[in-house]
């Protein structure tokens, strides 16, 4: 019994229409009405968050439990106001965690719509792509190799469909397909192993390609029974998250055995346990940067969505941090380079050289060359010269006897490395079997036999359609052996027809996204299965290094390791290359150290889609598992997206980097000025309250000021960071002690000189507050306008942080000039002369903090570049 069986073994039959005639699929309007009896063709979303998740994950979190705590400890104390003041505040909190994690859920959201699976289905007797959710009962789909399976269904038509089942089964031996009969009923029958006519949704199609009615969609199918889902965003935490929230602990950690510490001490020294434990509870407070993973959560959601509306979709968050790393950009030619708008442009037999002009007739001596071109195409395939063979065809051969409209298509052999061409077995109505033909010139020229001197010529004429830019297939037609079957397209005895030759243009951002790429330290290196002279053509008219030449697919076969990692420090073009050598080619760049970021859309592609430090799929040619594999998919194939995301990389990475420089320095003023006043033996200049109005001001800072800052002058100019730069480290963390460093001197030093000049401690208190407030906003000034000046704090960019300071100016000053909001957070009234003297040395410090900092950023570039 296979593996899985049992739970699976007795589905509840559903009700399932009738047989589609003759594979038309439904009208749009049937297709409504069955959507909406029948509901959405998907599973509920268990990554989605609802709001009783978010509160239950808030009301965890140490400092929502430390500000309950305080707030108990007034009640019990009888002050009342101070207890509700923190209960207040306790709200406040929740109110901004809840905005900020649905902020981002809204963004993840946003995302999974772009990542939902396409489906190509058959509506009104045309091909169209749909989202899979909007299949129905009764559908007609089709599918391919490298896609899942979309719904539960029964074969209608297949050519060599083999299944991998293993998410049903556990088996992984693929799973043979074969055409439904009126037997085998509409009742969907369990996963049975080989020679099966149902298939079931969410298995993988290895092989061939069939077409498939719907019997059961969203919960009615097999895997929908189980319960099983496919995330379209994984949503594992990053390295640098697990990094972040070891942090935190071992900040919480130190935090707790020091509130201990000072308990104890208040208590046994003192007898004022319950100031210790109020002193305890500031101090753990102001210790705690919790604010670290909650800044690169919102920050790689919002990221994600940032790159998704230019077009770049983020399957791993780990492909942010890596994307401002990259060094090398190998792309594929068709459709990402060209505009995949493949036409043909020349058919080339022995006694004519035709230009192809749409609505021109085309002479009779090359009407069988285009004809048997159509019958070596699929229908209902996605290859671009697939398609513009039969666009061609069904224009200018329209009513022709070259049509065979009777002809009936009765066995495949595909592509393979080992030979680059297809062909179809056709059956004409008196039963003669005959074969259609068309790959590679080379490999056509062998499967024809050609001898050494016309194979010369041949591939000669080759090189001049291809010198053009050019993509050039061989046509060939075949007979059938008398002795019957054959396994090998070999065994055919072939006649050549003549050339195919397609142009696809150049996009017109191409050119000028190669140039950025270069500018920015970029090399960008095209790997293509087409002729090396097309190759070479396209690469100059991109801008692409064409000055080592091209490496082909047979050159790599006779190149070891060591020999292959030597050509790609200098090579920038590779041609006829299969999609197995490009895994051998990521390989050598990484061995080379090199960031590579590598596009792929076939099955074979996943291998180093997942080996290079950036997998981009296509999102219009991409096959399920080429999405699958890859950290990034590109929706709309541009080559020029794939820059524009290594831009937004960096300036995530560079923001991101800019905030946490910022909450590092803020927490040394904050828990430096809640600590040190009582080892001083002085009164407490940060009570609970007082933490709480500055990480007020903290939260929305990270989140809204940081996020949204513009990207810095010349972000694509200077090279890559190296890939062992990371976001936290050293030269980060100097720079925000240096920062907050400076800043909590003249704090402390402000409510030193105000105590010894014989002020109260609660106006020394307000000093002191008024100080760490304005110093907290130079800091975000300060690292707002790190490697960007000065001047972007008067841009757009900044409007969030003008908003948050005047929000909190104000805030402050009503504690301060109201005698209600005075009396409750134990301020007092300063003097004018002692305020101004205040704001004057905060702002003095923290423009010895900047010039500090920025001396230290600025040697830690230079260090960067130097290694680099």
Not at 149 to 158: H, K, L, M
Not at 382 to 390: I, K
Not at 423 to 444: F, N, Q
Not at 682 to 692: E, G, M, N, S, T
Request: aromatic share 4%; charged share 20%; proline share 5%.
């Amino acid at each position: 019994m296979l593996q899985g069986q049992t739970a699976l073994a007795s589905p509840p039959a559903s009700p399932s229409p009738p047989p589609s005639a003759p594979f038309g699929g439904l009208s749009d309007a049937e297709a409504v009405r069955l959507l909406a009896s029948h509901g959405a063709n998907d599973a509920p979303d268990e990554d989605a968050h609802g709001l009783l998740t978010t509160l239950r994950s808030v009301a965890s979190e140490p400092m929502f439990l430390l500000l309950l705590a305080a707030a108990a400890i007034y009640l019990v104390l009888g002050d009342l106001g101070e207890g509700l003041l923190l209960a207040f505040f306790a709200l406040v909190t929740v109110g901004l965690v809840v905005l900020q994690q649905r902020r981002s859920e809204h963004a993840l959201a946003a995302l999974r719509v772009l990542a939902a699976p396409q489906v190509r289905v058959r509506r009104g007797g045309q091909v169209r792509r749909i989202a899979a959710r909007e299949l129905v009962p009764g559908d007609i789909f089709l599918v391919g190799e490298g896609e899942r399976v979309a719904a539960d269904g029964i074969v209608r038509e297949t050519v060599g469909l083999a299944v991998d089942e293993s998410l049903l089964t556990g088996e992984s031996v693929p799973v043979g397909k074969r055409r439904w009969q009126a037997r085998d009923g509409l009742a969907m029958q369990p996963p049975a192993g080989n020679d099966g006519a149902f298939v079931y949704a969410s298995t993988l199609a290895v092989s061939g390609h069939a077409v498939i009615e719907v019997l059961g969609t969203g919960g009615d199918t097999q895997v929908g029974r189980i319960g099983a889902s496919l995330a379209a965003i994984e949503a594992a935490p990053t390295p640098l998250e697990r990094q972040l929230r070891r942090l935190v602990r071992s900040f919480g950690i130190a935090a707790a055995a020091l509130c201990c510490v000072i308990v104890i001490g208040h208590g046994l020294l003192l007898g004022e346990w319950m100031q210790g434990l109020l002193s305890a509870v500031a101090i753990g407070m102001a210790m705690l940067p919790e604010e670290f993973p909650m800044a690169l959560a919102v920050f790689l959601a919002l990221g994600a969505w940032r790159l998704a509306r230019i077009q770049v979709l983020s399957r791993r968050p780990a492909v942010i941090e890596a994307l401002g790393a990259a060094t090398v950009l190998c792309v594929d030619k068709t459709g990402t380079l060209t505009e995949n708008r493949m036409s043909l442009a020349r058919l080339v037999t022995d006694d004519a050289d035709i230009q192809v002009q749409p609505g021109q007739p085309l002479p009779e001596a090359v009407q069988r060359l285009l004809a048997f071109g159509m019958l070596a195409s699929r229908r209902d395939g996605v290859d671009a010269m697939d398609r513009a063979l039969l666009a061609q065809g069904d224009a200018a051969l329209a009513g022709s006897a070259h049509l065979h409209a009777d002809w009936r298509l009765t066995r495949e052999f595909p592509l393979s490395p080992e030979l680059l061409a297809m062909s179809h077995e056709w059956t004409d109505a008196a039963g003669r079997r005959r074969l259609a033909t068309k790959g590679a010139p080379e490999a056509v020229a062998e499967l024809c036999r050609l001898g050494p001197q016309r194979t010369e010529a041949l591939l000669g004429r080759v090189r001049q359609l291809a010198d053009l830019g050019l993509r050039v297939l061989a046509v060939a037609e075949g007979r059938v052996p008398g002795s019957g079957n054959v396994v090998d397209q070999r065994d055919h005895d072939f006649n050549l027809l003549g050339l195919a030759a397609f142009q696809d243009p150049l996009r017109a951002s191409v050119p000028l996204a190669v140039a950025q790429a270069g500018e920015a330290g970029i090399a960008v290196a095209m790997i293509t299965g087409d002729h090396a002279a097309t190759a070479l053509a396209i690469a100059r008219q991109a801008g692409i290094d064409v000055d080592a030449g091209v490496l082909t697919g047979a050159d790599l076969e006779g190149m070891d390791d060591a020999a292959l990692a030597r050509a790609v420090r200098r090579v920038r073009v590779f041609a006829r290359v299969m999609p197995q050598q490009k895994l051998r080619l990521v390989l050598a760049l990484r061995g080379n150290g090199e960031v590579v970021a590598m596009t792929g859309d076939g099955v074979n592609d996943a291998p180093a889609l997942k080996a290079a430090h950036i997998g981009i799929a296509m999102g219009v040619r991409g096959t399920d598992v080429a999405r699958e594999a890859a950290g990034l998919v590109l929706l709309d194939e541009d080559f020029g997206r794939i820059v524009g995301g290594v831009r937004m990389g960096r300036r995530i990475f560079d923001n991101l980097r800019k905030v946490m420089t910022y909450i590092t320095a803020i927490h040394v003023p904050v828990a430096g000025l809640a600590l040190l006043p009582l080892l001083f033996g002085l009164p407490p200049l940060l009570l609970p309250v007082h933490v709480v109005l500055t990480e007020m001001v903290i939260d929305p800072i990270c989140s809204l000021a940081f996020e949204g800052a513009a990207e810095a002058p010349g972000l694509m100019q200077r090279p890559p960071r190296r890939s062992d730069d990371g976001m936290v480290g050293w030269p980060m963390l100097w720079q925000g002690l240096l920062q907050g460093g400076c800043l909590l001197v003249a704090t402390l030093g402000i409510y030193l000189l105000a105590l010894q000049a014989g002020r109260g401690a609660d106006v020394a208190r307000t000093l002191g507050v008024i100080g760490l407030t304005v110093g907290n906003l130079l800091l975000v000034a300060t690292n707002l306008a790190m490697g960007s000046g000065w001047r972007v704090l008067t841009g757009a960019s900044t409007r969030a942080f003008w908003a948050v300071a005047g929000v909190a100016t104000a805030a402050l000053a009503t504690a301060v000039l109201l005698p209600g909001p005075r009396r409750l957070l134990h301020f007092g009234l300063p003097l004018y002369g002692d305020l101004m003297l205040a704001v004057f040395a905060v702002a003095a410090a923290a423009g010895l903090g900047a010039s500090l900092s920025a001396g230290l950023h600025a040697r830690h570039v230079v260090a960067v570049r130097s290694a680099a």
